[in-house]
Nanobody
Framework: QVQLVESGGGLVQAGGSLRLSCAAS????????MGWFRQAPGKEREFVAT????????YYADSVKGRFTISRDNAKNTVYLQMNSLKPEDTAVYYC????????????????WGQGTQVTVSS
């Protein structure tokens, strides 16, 4: 069992930056990959980024590549999403998820989800 809590969402102007955090707690078995997804009202939840918990492998959606950076701090059991050059289309609820050792971009690859944090980008 893994519990995830996102934080750091808020309102930011287009072109600005925001840093999201996801704190993980509870019992874990083996290593987990961590992912970020987002969902706008009336839209499907979409993949944003993922990072392996035991290594440095990262993977990004094309829509955020070059603007967003996923990172981890194992001592704090926390994963981050640094978002730069934000656009209004980045507005969504952002969710943190924990999955298998080599989980990728698929929703089904993740077993645990946080409650989400709202990110709003104004133009």
């Amino acid at each position: 069992q893994v519990q995830l809590v996102e934080s750091g969402g808020g309102l930011v102007q287009a072109g600005g930056s925001l840093r999201l955090s996801c704190a993980a707690s509870g019992r874990t078995f083996g290593s987990y990959s961590m992912g970020w997804f987002r969902q706008a009202p009336g839209k499907e939840r979409e993949f944003v980024a993922t990072i392996s918990w035991s290594g440095d492998d990262t993977y990004y959606a094309d829509s955020v590549k070059g603007r967003f950076t996923i990172s981890r701090d194992n001592a704090k059991n926390t994963v981050y999403l640094q978002m730069n050059s934000l656009k209004p289309e980045d507005t969504a609820v952002y969710y943190c998820a924990a999955g298998a050792f080599l989980a990728g971009s698929g929703l089904h690859e993740y077993d645990y989800w946080g409650q989400g944090t709202q990110v709003t980008v104004s133009s």
